[in-house]
């Protein structure tokens, strides 16, 4: 949005990531080929940018994101005037693109894909020639992100209105602001896990995070009342308590809020909540298979869950014989490292293989956990 108002307001407090470094250095580069690695948001966020500016261009990534389909996007962008082509298999990246200023118009989008591809069509509608009116069909998902994209472009200077299945955004200018970013509730959620592990009382202080969040994450708050963790906003920040009862069996709808599912899954499992878990939809197109993912490393710790139907994860209760070292595998996955990493809480010691797919978005998590009291080893 900062550069879409010509980049002449100033954004403070940025996330220390690879999703942001690699998009702030192509907003920023001279290059016409843009490799973002495993950075999914930047893919689609760029992809869209790209196609609205004149110039040729090809994104590109690592070999999982290639892997990761990007379909739905190019069309609904090729649908208002786009030239955006495949460079190996199709409907995946890499792209060659050639940007020019873009109609705009009427874009038909099934409400259930990820919510990336809508807000990169959002961010760049008030600059397409006719604006962009997005109808979403079915069962829409992810709407807090929805949200929170319209929100922060309203404070951008972009009025936008949504009535029941249509996003209309007339063309206008970003106005150029100074912004500070809140800082990220998905991070969070791993330090709510550790303070629920803890045995007996825990306080954790986390700094940054508003009370009136645009953010949909910030639910975990809610989610983590059900296994004992109580928040209360000051002066410094949001405290954690370790303070409450914990319930025996937990139901709950991630369709909103798909990037706290591994960290919630684990610490029930610890916790010994059995739980029937829906909305789990997105976790298939993620760095990895994410439901697969939980399956087989919660295994290792003696946890035999299922899948019962698509998009679902469920645990009976039904234990079986713990590895004697699990090693957890990451699937170059930085949840999958950052979710696992709390349960030594629980047991002593955990192993995480390729500790340091973090750095896609809490490259600081194993400076943090050692500044607060964990030992890590390399082995």
């Not at 108002?5 to 843009?34: H, I, P, W, Y």
């Not at 919630?264 to 993620?286: H, M, P, R």
Request: hydrophobic share 45%.
């Amino acid at each position: 949005m900062n550069a879409l108002a010509n980049g002449g307001g100033r954004v403070s407090n940025l996330a220390k990531c690879d999703d942001t470094d690699v998009l702030v250095a192509a907003l920023s580069a001279d290059d016409s080929v843009f490799d973002i690695g495993a950075a999914g948001t930047a893919m689609r966020f760029l992809s869209a940018f790209l196609a609205n500016r004149e110039g040729e261009w090809v994104t590109t990534g690592s070999t999982r994101m290639k892997e990761r389909p990007i379909r739905i996007l190019v069309d609904a962008l090729n649908s208002v005037g786009a030239d955006v082509s495949y460079l190996e298999k199709d409907g995946f990246p890499p792209l060659k693109i050639s940007g020019k200023p873009l109609d705009g118009g009427v874009i038909e989008l099934d409400g259930g894909v990820s919510s990336q591809y809508i807000s990169a069509l959002l961010m760049i509608a008030p600059v397409m020639k006719n604006g962009l009116v997005l109808r979403l069909t079915g069962n829409i998902i992810s709407k807090p992100y929805i949200k929170m994209t319209l929100s922060l472009m309203r404070q951008f200077g972009i009025e936008s209105s949504w009535t029941g299945n249509e996003i209309k955004v007339e063309k206008q200018d970003y106005k150029p602001i100074d912004f500070m970013v809140e800082s990220d509730w998905s991070a969070s959620s791993y330090w709510f896990q550790i303070c629920a592990l803890a045995e007996g009382s825990a306080e954790i202080l986390l700094p940054g995070l508003f009370c009136d969040s645009v953010q949909g994450d910030s639910a975990v708050v809610n989610i983590f009342e059900n296994l004992g963790v109580s928040s209360v906003f000051e002066k410094d920040g949001l405290l954690l308590k370790r303070d409450r009862k914990v319930v025996k069996f937990l139901e709950y709808d991630f369709v909103e809020q798909p990037d706290l599912a591994q960290t919630v899954v684990a610490a029930c499992c610890a916790l010994g909540v059995t739980f029937n878990f829906e909305g789990l939809q997105s976790l298939k197109i993620k760095e990895t298979d994410r439901i697969v993912a939980l399956i087989a490393e919660l295994r290792k710790f003696g946890y035999v869950l299922f899948e019962p139907k698509e998009g679902a994860l469920a645990w009976s209760g039904e234990r079986c014989e713990a590895d004697d070292k699990p090693v957890v595998m990451t699937y170059k996955d930085h949840r999958m490292a950052m979710a696992f990493a709390p349960l030594a809480v629980k047991f002593g010691e955990v192993r995480i293989d390729d500790p340091a797919v973090v750095s896609k978005s809490y490259p600081e998590y194993w400076t943090h956990l050692k500044d607060f009291g964990f030992d890590l080893t390399e082995v």
